[in-house]
């Protein structure tokens, strides 16, 4: 017997098969994960890390701890967007995008306005004086 995609019983079994132990592989990864996580206190864990690597860790958590709400609500046949899980997720997001905004403000270069003004100042003196010469140069070649 064959499928509306015209694969055996078998191939779709197989597939199966191999998505649910894929899937099984995955949650038991996560499981040792949290549960290492949930072996150190939350104050132990923001003890060694930096202000902005204490938002990134919260709101890494944040999201992961909605996303897995997300599937699970799927799993069950409900669909999130009809939660205010979504606006949770979106909020999370938003956040994100603030601290990215302030890694990146804070690792872009600085500008040495003194440095740049001396810089521009003397490009444009020498520019200037390359100038002169070649003015003078063309006055004594006109009086020759």
Do not use: C
């Not at 939350?42 to 690597?53: A, Q, R």
């Not at 100042?121 to 100038?131: D, E, G, I, P, S």
Request: proline fraction near 2%; aromatic fraction near 6%.
């Amino acid at each position: 017997m064959t499928t509306k995609s015209n694969r055996p019983d078998d191939e779709i079994e197989a597939d199966f098969n191999a998505r649910a132990s894929q899937l099984e592989s995955s949650l038991n990864e996560l499981e040792t994960f949290l549960s290492r996580l949930d072996s150190v206190s939350y104050t132990t864990l923001h003890e060694n890390l930096t202000p902005l690597d204490q938002a990134r860790f919260d709101l890494t958590a944040a999201y992961t701890l909605n996303s897995l709400m997300w599937a699970y609500l799927r799993t069950r046949g409900i669909d999130p967007k009809q939660t205010q899980l979504k606006s949770e997720l979106d909020r999370v997001k938003s956040y994100m995008d603030k601290l990215k905004a302030v890694n990146d403000r804070q690792t872009a270069s600085r500008i040495d306005k003194q440095a740049t003004t001396r810089l521009m100042r003397n490009a444009l003196w020498q520019q200037a004086h390359a100038k002169n010469k070649t003015t003078n140069q063309d006055d004594q070649q006109t009086d020759s």
